[in-house]
């Protein structure tokens, strides 16, 4: 309802600035979604919808319901070597399968990985008609050269005939196209018939619009459009949206339109049918799938009205739900169009309250009736390839498995244990940091109610290690966020069972409540034996040691010892350089690793305090190296341990695509977060063999659409690396690259404004690039467009405009600064200034003419404003007739098309049409409260310039990017 009509006092819903709003409530039966069973209710299940996939789930269940489809997709070739994510078949071959079969809702993950898909595509709602041709072209393809070539042309490919036949002499031009599905329309048509009809209506060539027949020169003729034969398998595209010239914008078309149960395209003689048609086959169809779509042109949700095997009951296939509906619901009211309420006082005289329905069918599916046992077939578990049938089933039992781990999930717990072995392999090599990850060492899943000593066996045994040889420590975490091993479980402790054990952990730990971590103890003997552990008293402090090397730039985990916490580093010197394999009189220096969030902290151990007053204590780090001396420490890039683990907390690999193909990793570069810009591209300008960094200009990723951001990183604009990389509250590791011609640090002090220039006496127009220092003015802009073009004459001067939508909105004045001009919507447009212009005199008046257009069939007052706008000099008492004869010669309009032309003042978009006998100037007295472009004289006539491109498929809607399927 329009605003005006609901502040109308004559319409009565605003009483003394109170709407009063019922409402009737209808109660339904209740339906308890989270219990509700799709598999028992129907016998059917959904497909769970990823983010914004509906659209895709609708159309997959329709095709999977024309079983001759999905029995050609199980015979596709696979192999057990195929992983679905990277094969379309295969992940087709998966979906299908547990949809027959699975008794749950079906994820599609697998499918769109095997697209090619990221999860900005899964967010991203396209149009389900663009998929449905991209996926069956996707398929055709792949199925060439396999037993099921050619299935997608036997079901869905039907062919029609272009024909041009002239009517005075005996010419005609034929030409056969084949087509998958029909784009029909829905505006100006009651019903699937009357679309039939307007496509194949007849177009009559003549007058302006004649044939230019071979052999026969321009000739009256009829063009139309007759089918040779319709496939097996109807689909037809209803093109709900449409693109709006008058609003520049796409609109969804919501009026009724009605389709029939059957469809009998044999009606009236075979009028849709051409004369080399085969009258034989008989082509009645009936409806099989009605696929919805419901909201607005900017978005939406899709689902499904499907009839599986043709029979009486519909069902709704809603993503995950799927629900028995009437034959009303799929049909007569997916039509569209508006809905009346019921009356709320039938004795009352009340205009009823019609609302438009937003939900309407969108895609037909019919299948002919002679076809339909051929394409309704049976298909059973003997169409599918063994390999297949083996690989989901031991999925679904693993399924099956991870449920019931998850029942008992309450009876176990997680133990995970860290061995020597364990910090050998990961330190210096996956981690750097603390001692172990947690997440790649041996995990126990064990009843919270096993005494402990009973899974001390099962690791003895495990580990091939006698259970007497085995002590095991607690981890904490600490307050700076470091993992430690704390203490070593008593005798007393270990008695307990394994859920009491697991509570002995320190506060800050329980965080991690749901695994227990333990260092296994263990001492090896020479001939790696196991040795009794040494009795640990307080006095002792157990002390891990990292070795590192600035030579190779390597850490590496060098062994742990016990130490008194009254001793000196000193003592233990000699054991130190034989773990690290040095000359026992080597000097070395010590650190001890504090931590490493949110900065690296790594301190240098003073040799002459003991480890008490060093404040260590049970599980500490201590990394050591070989001292070097102050004058060799220019030789090496990280000469001591903090260096090093600076570097190592800072690095970031990170990966390079150039703007024009950002889908594609170019290279890789190891690099510092605490970077520069210009440290970056010194790094980057090698690898793409420039000379000149500051020629490279970079932009940052977007984690969220994984596209380049729409503005590039400004030169020196953020001061590290890890600012170019953060993306919100994400981090990515993609920077796009582009090669400049000039440096940045140039660049961005210019401005480059793109201006569309007019000949005086030429019809074409010219774009030339403009840039100049940002401080720069229009004069400079003039003078630098002067040395571009080819003028009418060496002393013509030049004026800049600003045009938008067809009409002029300002004139440039010569010093203004071109940092203030917006070139993105607008139109910059340069050209002479016409001599009568500058000798206008006191009896000459400079307006603006516009071309327009309205469709009168419509009744529509709206101007559609189109074409070049111009200034045109009238002079006082000079009628429309003498106007008439200067626009003509300066626009050089033939006569017989001038003649069409109407000529309107035009105020507020208003037109006034003026007669030959007007004088023009009469009319722009009046003072133009609203600027120059609010009052204008209108050429009215056919708009015949190039319309703007849009996508071939007209329905599409609000979608920025394409349907692909990459793989």
Not at 74 to 103: F, V
Not at 104 to 117: I, Q
Not at 671 to 683: A, C, I, N, P, Q
Not at 816 to 827: C, F, G, L, S, V
């Amino acid at each position: 309802m329009s605003l005006s009509e609901f502040y109308d006092p004559s319409q009565g819903y605003l009483v003394n600035d109170t709407c009063v709003i019922e409402a009737e409530v209808t109660v339904r039966k209740v339906v308890d979604y989270w219990s509700y069973d799709s598999r028992k209710e129907t016998g059917y299940v959904g497909l769970k919808n990823q983010g914004a996939t509906c659209y895709m789930n609708s159309l997959l269940q329709t095709l999977y319901h024309i079983p001759y489809f999905r029995k050609a997709v199980y015979h596709m070739p696979t192999t057990e070597n195929d992983m679905p994510s990277g094969s379309i078949p295969l992940a087709l071959q998966s979906l299908y399968y547990k949809l027959q079969y699975s008794d749950n809702s079906v994820a599609t993950k697998e499918l769109t990985k095997s697209f090619g898909w990221d999860t900005y595509d899964s967010f991203m709602q396209h149009d389900v008609q663009e998929l449905n041709r991209v996926l069956c072209e996707k398929l055709e393809d792949k199925m060439k050269g396999t037993v099921v070539e050619g299935t997608i042309q036997n079901l869905f490919e039907g062919h029609h005939m272009n024909y041009i036949e002239c009517i005075n002499v005996d010419y005609k031009s034929t030409r056969k196209e084949s087509f998958y599905d029909l784009q029909l329309d829905v505006k100006g048509c009651r019903d699937v018939y009357a679309s039939f009809d307007k496509y194949v209506a007849v177009e009559r060539l003549e007058g302006d619009n004649k044939y230019q027949a071979e052999n026969h020169g321009l000739q009256d003729a009829k063009k139309g459009v007759l089918f040779i034969d319709f496939p097996p398998v109807l689909q037809l595209q209803l093109k709900r949206f449409e693109y709006d010239f008058m609003r520049d914008t796409m609109v969804k078309i919501n009026d009724r339109y009605e389709f029939p149960l059957q469809l009998d395209l044999d009606r009236d003689n075979g009028k849709y049918l051409s004369p080399d048609a085969d009258r034989r086959i008989h082509n009645l169809y009936t409806l099989h799938s009605v696929l919805v779509h419901s909201g607005g042109v900017h978005g939406g949700h899709y689902y499904a009205f499907i009839r599986p095997s043709l029979s009486d009951q519909w069902f709704k296939f809603d993503d995950e739900r799927v629900t028995k509906e009437e034959a009303k619901k799929a049909l007569e009211e997916q039509y569209g169009g508006e809905e009346e309420l019921p009356q709320p006082n039938p004795g009352f005289n009340n205009t009823p309250f019609k609302f438009t329905k937003y939900s309407n069918a969108y895609m037909l599916v019919y299948i002919r009736e002679s076809d339909t046992e051929k394409i309704v077939c049976n298909v059973d578990e003997k169409d599918i390839a063994e390999h297949l049938r083996i690989r989901l089933k031991k999925e679904q039992e693993e399924k099956e498995h991870k449920k019931k781990e998850k029942a008992d999930a309450h009876l176990y717990t997680i133990l995970k244990v860290a061995r020597n072995e364990d910090l050998v392999e990961q330190i210096g090599r996956e981690i750097f940091f603390d001692l172990v990850n947690h997440d790649k060492v041996r995990s126990f899943r064990i009843q919270k109610q096993l005494p402990f000593h009973h899974f001390k066996e099962e690791v003895a045994k495990e580990f091939g290690i006698p259970v007497q040889f085995l002590r095991f420590w607690l981890w904490a975490k600490r307050q700076n966020h470091t993992y430690r091993p704390n203490r070593p479980l008593t005798p007393q402790e270990e008695a307990q069972s394994v859920s009491i054990v697991g509570q002995l952990r320190e506060v800050s730990n329980k965080a991690h409540n749901a695994e227990l971590k333990l260092f296994m103890e263990v001492e090896l003997g020479l001939d790696l034996l196991p040795l009794a552990l040494p009795s640990k008293t307080k006095e002792d402090i157990l002390l891990f040691f990292k070795f590192y090397d600035p030579d190779k730039e390597d850490l590496r985990f060098a062994g742990r010892l016990f130490v008194k916490a009254l001793g000196k580093p000193t003592e233990i010197l000699s054991k130190l350089t034989e773990m690290a394999g040095f000359p026992p009189n080597e000097e070395i220096e010590l650190y001890e690793e504090i931590k490493f969030e949110p900065k690296v902290m790594c301190e240098h151990i003073d040799m002459r305090l003991s480890f008490k007053s060093s404040q260590l204590e049970d599980g500490d780090i201590i990394c050591y190296q070989k001292a070097i001396p102050i004058t060799d420490r220019d030789q090496f890039r990280y000469p001591d341990i903090p260096s090093f683990l600076e570097y190592v907390r800072n690095r970031q690999v990170v990966h390079f695509r150039s703007l024009e193909r950002p889908k594609e990793n170019d290279f890789s570069l190891e690099l510092s977060k605490h970077f520069s810009y210009d440290d970056v591209v010194e790094r980057v300008a090698p690898l793409l063999r420039v000379d000149d960094p500051s020629k490279i200009r970079l932009t940052a990723h977007n984690c969220y659409s994984q596209q380049p951001k729409p503005q590039p990183i400004k030169f020196r604009g953020v001061d590290h690396l890890s600012d170019m990389l953060v993306h919100y509250n994400q981090t990515s590791d993609i920077l796009y690259y582009e090669i400049l011609d000039i440096p940045l640090s140039e660049l961005q002090g210019l401005k480059t404004l793109k201006v569309a220039f007019h000949h005086a006496t030429k019809e074409e127009v010219a774009i030339h690039s403009i840039r100049l220092p940002k401080n720069s003015t229009v004069s400079d802009v003039i003078n630098n467009l002067k040395s571009k073009v080819e003028l009418s004459r060496p002393d013509a001067e030049l004026r800049l405009l600003e045009v938008f939508y067809h009409k002029i909105y300002k004139i440039f004045p010569p010093g203004e600064k071109i940092e203030n001009i917006n070139d993105q919507y607008w139109t910059l447009r340069a050209e002479e200034i016409p001599e009568e212009e500058k000798n206008l005199g006191s009896h000459g008046r400079l307006i603006h003419v516009y071309h327009f257009t309205r469709d009168h069939n419509q009744n529509q007052m709206q101007v559609q404003n189109f074409g070049d706008p111009f200034f045109f000099v009238i002079r006082e008492a000079e009628t429309l007739a003498d106007i008439k004869i200067r626009i003509q010669k300066k626009l050089q309009i033939p006569d017989e098309k001038f003649l069409k032309w109407k000529f309107a003042f035009i105020s507020l978009g208003r037109p006034e049409y003026l007669h030959d006998s007007d004088v023009v100037s009469n009319r722009f007295q009046r003072r133009e409260i609203y600027g120059a472009w609010e009052q204008y004289l209108g050429l009215e006539h056919s708009d015949t310039s190039p319309k703007r491109a849009y996508p071939a498929n007209q329905n599409r809607h609000a979608v920025d990017k394409p349907v692909k399927i990459y793989t």
